[in-house]
């Protein structure tokens, strides 16, 4: 039982304590670092294989450049309106007092809504404006066409049903920063003459500008990595990334369909890691004052 | 401060649109799954009345909640231990541990899918090609999540001085660990399982893919044959997850205002 000692003492480097976070070194090794591992090599290997970087040429092929295209039309249009809608909201209820009904109920079901997706929020939307949707039909009795060409399994479509998440993400992660603007700065501006348009002009909007783009990264990253959802609405087709990985992947019969599939892996790895780069350093630019 | 009635009538019109639409759906799926084909107008429980009586459907709500209770129970028996003997002897690993738990937010699920084909070749031959053998990876899906639920709970306590205390009166580790940390991290403990339990249900990447049956993977199955179920069962699942979400919200407000953050 001497081996306690060894805490504290600092100078004296031993292994020792360590050793109980084997298992769990070793199960994300097995289930996280290696499969990740796995696509990073796997997209530069050749079918015989060796490696090379040719099979990143499918990157250019007019398949993966139409899904990539789709999935960033998606990934913004949802973002933008998502950080609009949810940043509006947000600062509604931030003008509320802190324990008013309105306040916790918003931010309770924004938590909920947040994690929806996947198998039953594209039921969800089925069910409202599909072909026999619930809203499909109660306009098609006003002789509304709401269902028209299928627009709902297409970008526009996609594009709807993240929004059902996005807005409540934001609603959760831009609530601190609106917090974090004190009405006393607000009463400053005031004392010295301002307007309320020149204090948000001036004073309110670039303070909380770094939150608010950091968010809308934060929600771009969120619909481009997102693949139930999308799996469940469109059932064929690729029109944005992820599904045409599913198409890769599920195909054993197609040549090089499993190497292709990594590289669009790849790309989606480091679409994601540059997005969630930006958001760290506008996060860190936000902390200073609104923290 | 005061505002203008415009000012007042704006701001509520306004929400109240984004209320409808996060509502409509919602109550669409109510009326799509009650609607009765034969006898237009009319409503029926039928499609209802399936998630029970159907056999294929049945099972696999069993399947999903069985495998979404071991996951969550795999998830404690790896991260609880390994955290607590990171806050109590070696503090320095403590970045790591945090870096390592929350990569999974950073890494889309769908390319851990991409390159875990062969990981999940080995696990099947071991434990055969069932839906369980997919609780292993849903613990690195869970790690974020179950790692701020802990850490706040681990954070909220003086860990190191009650262990300190204990170790002195001539407790063992084995009794620091269930007797003295394990019942102070219970609310972090109780929302991890809960937001576990309720991404698990839901999951579908891994599932769809790697063609295991689960109730996602089969809701989408019946949609071709008997769609009504299929929003029956989606609005079930909503229900449920909803209920595991807003009592995690309750559990950590309760947390937050004793904290006195």
């Known amino acids: ?291 | 401060m005061t505002r203008s009635p415009l000012n007042r009538a704006v701001r509520g019109i306004f929400l109240l649109l984004v209320a409808l639409f996060f509502a409509i759906p919602l109550y669409s799926m109510l009326d799509f799954s009650t609607r009765d084909i034969a006898n237009p107008g009319h409503r029926t429980g039928y499609a209802w009345s399936l998630l029970v009586k159907d056999k294929d459907l049945f099972a696999s709500i069993l399947t999903s909640v069985s495998l979404s209770v071991l996951t969550v129970l795999l998830m404690f028996v790896l991260l609880v231990p390994t955290m607590i003997w990171v806050q109590l002897r070696v503090p320095k690993a403590k970045r790591l541990i945090e870096f390592i738990c929350l990569l999974p937010l950073a890494i889309p699920a769908l390319v851990i899918v991409v390159g875990i084909r062969n990981v999940m070749l080995w696990v099947n031959y071991f434990v055969g090609h069932t839906p369980f053998a997919l609780s292993l990876p849903y613990v690195v899906l869970l790690l974020p999540y179950a790692y701020r639920s802990l850490d706040s709970a681990l954070s909220a306590m003086n860990a190191n001085t009650l262990a300190e205390a204990a170790r002195s009166l001539g407790a063992s580790w084995l009794t620091v660990f269930t007797r003295i940390i394990a019942p102070n991290i219970r609310a972090g403990m109780v929302s991890a399982a809960f937001i576990g339990i309720a991404l698990v249900l839901g999951e579908y990447t891994f599932s769809s893919l790697l063609h295991y049956d689960t109730l996602p993977t089969q809701i989408v199955v019946m949609s071709k044959a008997e769609a009504r179920t299929s929003v029956a069962a989606s609005f079930a699942m909503i229900v449920v997850v909803s209920a595991l979400l807003l009592g995690l919200s309750f559990f950590t407000r309760d947390r937050s205002t004793t904290e006195g953050t």
Do not use: C, H
């Not at chain 1, 990157?59 to 899904?67: F, I, N, P, Q």
């Not at chain 1, 599904?243 to 197609?254: A, D, N, P, T, W």
């Open chain 1, 1 to 291: 039982m001497t081996s306690s000692t060894a805490k504290g003492s600092g100078r004296r480097f031993s292994v020792g304590p360590s050793l109980p976070l084997l298992p769990f070194l070793a199960f994300v090794t097995v289930f996280l670092f290696v499969p990740t591992v796995t696509v990073i090599i796997g997209a530069f290997q050749t079918a015989e294989g060796g490696f090379s970087a040719g099979s990143l040429s499918y990157l250019g092929s007019a398949a993966a450049v139409a899904a990539l295209k789709g999935s960033l039309i998606v990934s913004a249009a949802s973002a933008i309106i998502g950080a609009v809608v949810g940043g509006l909201v947000a600062y509604i209820i931030s003008t509320a007092p802190p324990r008013s009904l309105l306040r916790r109920v918003v931010v309770s079901v924004s938590g909920v809504l947040a994690q929806f997706g996947g198998v039953t929020l594209a039921f969800a939307f089925l069910a409202s404006y599909g072909f026999s949707g619930m809203v499909t039909l109660a306009l098609a009795n006003r002789g509304v066409d709401l269902y028209g060409d299928g627009w709902l399994f297409r970008l526009p479509g996609i594009t709807l049903v993240y929004t059902y998440f996005q807005i409540p993400l934001m609603v959760i992660v831009f609530l601190p920063a609106l917090e974090g603007l004190r009405p006393q700065w607000r009463e400053a501006a005031v004392n010295l003459g301002a307007t309320t348009r020149q204090y948000w002009l001036e004073v309110g909007l670039p303070l909380l500008r770094p939150a608010f783009l950091g968010s809308t990264l934060l929600l771009f990253a969120n619909s481009f990595a997102a693949y139930a959802t999308v799996a469940a609405l469109v059932g064929q087709g690729a029109p944005v990334t992820p599904l045409l990985i599913r198409q890769l992947f599920s195909s054993e019969v197609l040549l090089g369909g499993a190497v292709n599939a990594k590289v669009l892996a790849l790309e989606m790895v480091v679409v994601v890691a540059v997005v969630m780069a930006l958001y760290a350093w506008l996060l860190r630019r936000t902390s200073r004052w609104l923290r």
